[in-house]
């Protein structure tokens, strides 16, 4: 017992002991700081420190955005996204299983195993007994009758409405060097101009080719309102491509002089309705 209690009471010697830190001047050896320590104090200050430390840590972990780059959590937005997309997947399953009962159903129609029955429309008829008295019409119901029958028999002479023609503009300005001519098989109109002149769209139409051809250069066709075809060849270069939906005086190409068949820088311009090439000067104003 006396040991123990020896030992004890060196033990709490040790660490009540007071020791004396003090910080010195190399050269000077003068005394610039000085603090009263023991070992207790120590240990105390220590275990106080680490549990601020292991706080501070906890604290950023959990409230601070440093959590994202600690392996095993995960981010707030991403675990939104993730809800989300499971609600969205259960959304589409059930969706999934209503088509699926849906086309269950029909296949028995479908496959003919679900056979109607087929009525008689005679017999059916015969069924039905009409009452000739319910059919009589007063003198009002029949003048009525009448005018609905005269407006449903003729629609067009009672409301005439005369048919929007289209107009054309000329595709550009210049001088008419050969004209329509059926006999020599110039079914078109050659307008000279200056090379690089725009070439625009007499109306509004849908651009059915814009290519090279051998003979005629670069040509460019418009499909228009009541089945008219514009043609347009020997371009410069051209500016719309096929498909495009054109506007009346819109540009669509430049004045050239390209292809075999060209005699300088001009227009060969065509028009066409129903299959049948049309003098354009009966309808344009060059």
Do not use: C
Request: charged letters at 20%; aromatic letters at 10%.
């Amino acid at each position: 017992m006396g040991k123990q209690k020896k030992k004890k009471h060196k033990l709490k010697q040790r660490l009540t002991n007071k020791y004396r830190l003090v910080v010195l001047n190399d050269s000077t050896f003068e005394e610039r700081f000085s603090l009263k320590l023991s070992l207790l104090n120590v240990f105390v200050l220590g275990g106080v420190l680490s549990f601020l430390l292991i706080l501070l840590t906890t604290f950023f972990i959990t409230f601070t955005p440093i959590r994202q780059y600690i392996p095993g959590y995960s981010s707030t937005s991403l675990k939104i996204k993730a809800t989300k997309l499971a609600i969205q997947t259960d959304s589409l399953k059930r969706r999934l299983t209503i088509l699926q009962d849906f086309t269950k159903a029909l296949q028995p129609i479908l496959s003919g195993e679900i056979k109607g029955k087929a009525v008689d429309t005679l017999q059916l008829l015969d069924r039905i007994k009409i009452q000739d008295s319910l059919l009589n019409a007063s003198k009002e119901e029949t003048a009525f009758r009448e005018k609905i029958d005269i407006e449903d028999r003729f629609p067009i002479q009672n409301n005439a409405v005369s048919k929007v023609k289209i107009v054309f503009f000329a595709p550009l300005t210049g001088t008419i060097s050969q004209g329509f001519n059926v006999k020599k098989n110039h079914l078109a109109v050659d307008i000279v101009a200056k090379q690089n002149t725009a070439v625009k769209a007499i109306a509004d139409g849908t651009v059915i080719f814009s290519g090279w051809t051998t003979e005629t250069g670069y040509v460019i066709i418009l499909k228009h309102a009541y089945d008219y075809i514009s043609v347009y060849k020997h371009n410069g270069n051209l500016l719309r491509s096929q498909g495009d939906l054109v506007k009346s005086g819109e540009v669509i190409a430049s004045v050239g002089s390209t292809g075999e068949l060209t005699t300088g820088p001009h227009l060969h311009f065509e028009l066409w309705s129903g299959g049948y090439a049309i003098n354009p000067t009966n309808l344009i104003d060059f």
